[in-house]
């Protein structure tokens, strides 16, 4: 078991950036793999982007290719989620999740979730 602790999101005006963080204390961090999901309200939480034990493999959902970036410090045992040209529609409550398993776009795989955090855009 892993505890996640989620911050960063906010108010933002389309077109603007925000840069999530999420830090996972303990020694077990770099034996999960990490994603970033999205929950508006009305929808299902989906997957928006993750990334492997090591780095260095990630996946992206569609909607947010070429806008989000996710990346991983294991020493600081904290994973990010960079997000520039934001859109309304990015507005939902973004949560931070780990995985014992090895199919970063399997949302059944994560068992570990934070608490989540607001983002909003604006129009």
């Known amino acids: 078991q892993v505890q996640l602790v989620e911050s960063g999101g906010g108010l933002v005006q389309a077109g603007g950036s925000l840069r999530l963080s999420c830090e996972a204390p303990g020694r077990a961090f770099s034996s999960y793999a990490m994603g970033w999901f999205r929950q508006a309200p009305g929808k299902e939480r989906d997957v928006v982007a993750a990334?492997?034990?090591?780095?260095?493999?990630?996946y992206y959902a569609d909607s947010v290719k070429g806008r989000f970036t996710i990346s991983r410090d294991n020493a600081k045992n904290t994973v990010y989620l960079q997000m520039n040209s934001l859109k309304p529609e990015d507005t939902a409550v973004y949560y931070c999740?780990?995985?014992?398993?090895?199919?970063?776009?399997?949302?059944?795989?994560?068992?570990?979730w934070g608490q989540g955090t607001q983002v909003t855009v604006s129009s």
């Open positions: 990334i492997s034990r090591s780095g260095v493999s990630t």
């Open positions: 999740a780990a995985s014992s398993g090895f199919r970063l776009n399997l949302v059944r795989e994560y068992t570990n």
